[in-house]
């Protein structure tokens, strides 16, 4: 799968990246809401991978940006430790949410259920 991480934490962004890769996704690492934008307007990932307290543009602003521009969003994946988490990915159609802190399994199996919805 090609995977957008959208995270602003290094030690986090770095950490998924290798992970991912090692399970044998194509990774690409963004760091805030602009450079996902940037990145969707000449590339569209099988999923994308979100968190919700990016500096400048929240995930929510991100998500709801990229539906204006582009008429839809990538799969997407809300990676977030945030208090209320939960409910603010509710107002996000679509996406699919993970706490912080996740295992690696509990990634993989939220990723192969998007691979198996893309299939369907």
């Known amino acids: 799968m090609k995977i957008l991480v959208v995270e602003d934490d290094l030690s986090v962004r770095e950490t998924l990246g290798m992970v991912l890769e090692s ?3 194509h990774v690409d690492l963004i760091e805030n809401g602009k ?5 969707l307007a000449e590339t569209w990932p099988d999923v994308m991978l979100l968190d ?3 500096p400048e543009m929240s995930g929510e602003e991100v998500y709801q940006e990229i539906r204006n521009r582009f008429g839809k969003t990538p799969p997407t994946v809300i990676l977030s430790a945030a208090q ?3 409910d603010r990915a509710k107002f996000m159609p679509g996406a699919l949410f993970l706490a912080k802190p996740y295992t ?4 993989e199996n939220v990723l192969l259920q998007i691979s198996r919805k893309g299939a369907a």
Request: avoid cysteine; charged fraction near 20%.
């Open 23 to 25: 399970s044998q996704h």
């Open 35 to 39: 450079q996902a934008l940037e990145y």
């Open 52 to 54: 919700l307290t990016l």
């Open 84 to 86: 209320k988490a939960a």
């Open 104 to 107: 690696i399994e509990d990634l």
